[in-house]
Structures are given as C-alpha cells and as structure tokens.
C-alpha cells in the first residue's frame, strides 16, 4: 500500500510509519518542517493539515491515509486543531480519490466501567483534560460528517509510552481495557503494529476501536 502518515515524526507517527515500511508498504510522511524524516525509507513532504488543497495534493494517489498529529504544540509553537484536521480529511481525502482514513485517537472518550466517559470521570488529570477534549470533539465530526470516508478511529489505552513490539493486543470498542490488576496500557510499538493490522485487514470501518494488553 502506499500510506501517507501526517504527524510521521510524533513518538507514535514515527512508529506507525516504521511498522508500515517494516511490512514492506511506501510510506509518504507529511510535516511542516519536511526536514525531520522519522526513518531514512520515508519520503518526506511539506503539508498543511487544516489545508483543503495542500492535503489534497499530499495524499493524491495514496491507498490509505493515516492522521497522527497531536494537539499538543510541535517544534513550530502551534497545535493543530483536531476538529479543523478532521474536517479538512473529510472534505480533501474524496477530492484526491482516497477512501480509507485511519485516525490515532485519545482514550479520553472511552467509558470506565461506570459507563461515563474517563474525560467526564472525577480524577481526570487536569493537564490532559483539554487535550482529550478535543480528541472527542473530532471523534464526534468523523462520526457525523465523514459518511463518504472509510474512516477508523484508534483510541490507545489509558497510558501509552514507548516498549516492546510484541506484535499482541486485545480490542475493544467503546470501554477501556484494563489487564487483570486493573491496568490499562499499550506501548507506541503495539499500538502501531494495530494501525497496520487495521489497514491491512478492516475490522472496525466507520467506527472506532481500542486496543490494550
């Protein structure tokens, strides 16, 4: 497949597009700064995100896109807006002829075993808070405006950092996962080998899905 990953140099892009080209798929990575190549196999090309015609450009030809960015200010001093992101996919991707959208998401929107959402849930670390909030806001827009796209929506576990590719997980869908101590978390590495599973594979179009050890 040919993939083009915006975000390809975040600690979890530059996963994603390590798996992609350790599977043997081409991978375009999209950045401000087209500079910082995640990995020498990647072609690099300056993309604006929130630029109808710049991500129409970018992802022309591609078999699959996946959207990486964070909320969280880059090396530029400035975070995209997930809402602004989703909609500029929605309305580029079909323009370019591009039908298959994977989004790596926030666990925030996920439901604890109450049924209320983690973001909505007492305790909810404050500093996360605006982040998982806008994580939900733009899972909200695929949901409702992205009808013409085979959209995904990956939500990680409650805590994501770097390990082990052990190339195993448990999927959800809409609950958190959490292990038999009650722990919730998936490394970068497992959390990219279940982007490319996806996209290899579909299981979960038009909706989305949690994975977890």
Known sequence: MKIVVFGATGNIGRRIAKEALDRGHAVTGV???????????????????????????????????????????????????????????????????????????????????????????????AAYKPEALAQR????????EGGNLDWTYLSPAAEIGPGERTGRYRTGEDRLLVDAKGKSFISFED????????????????KRFTVAY
């Open 191 to 206: 959390y990219a080998v279940a982007v490319l599973d996806e996209l290899e594979k579909p299981r979960f179009v038009r």
């Open 137 to 144: 806001d733009a899972l909200a827009v695929y949901g409702t």
């Open 31 to 125: 950045a401000r700064n087209p500079a910082k190549a995640p990995d020498p196999r990647a072609r690099m090309v300056q993309g604006d995100a929130t630029d109808v015609d710049s991500v129409t450009a970018v992802v022309h030809g591609a078999d699959a896109v996946v959207n990486a960015l964070s909320p969280r200010p880059g090396s530029t001093g400035k975070a995209p807006s997930l809402v602004a992101v989703a909609r500029t996919l929605i309305s580029a991707l079909p323009k370019a002829g591009v039908k298959r959208l994977l989004v790596v998401g926030g666990a925030g929107s996920l439901q604890g075993p109450d049924g209320v959402q983690l973001v909505d849930a007492p305790g909810f670390p």
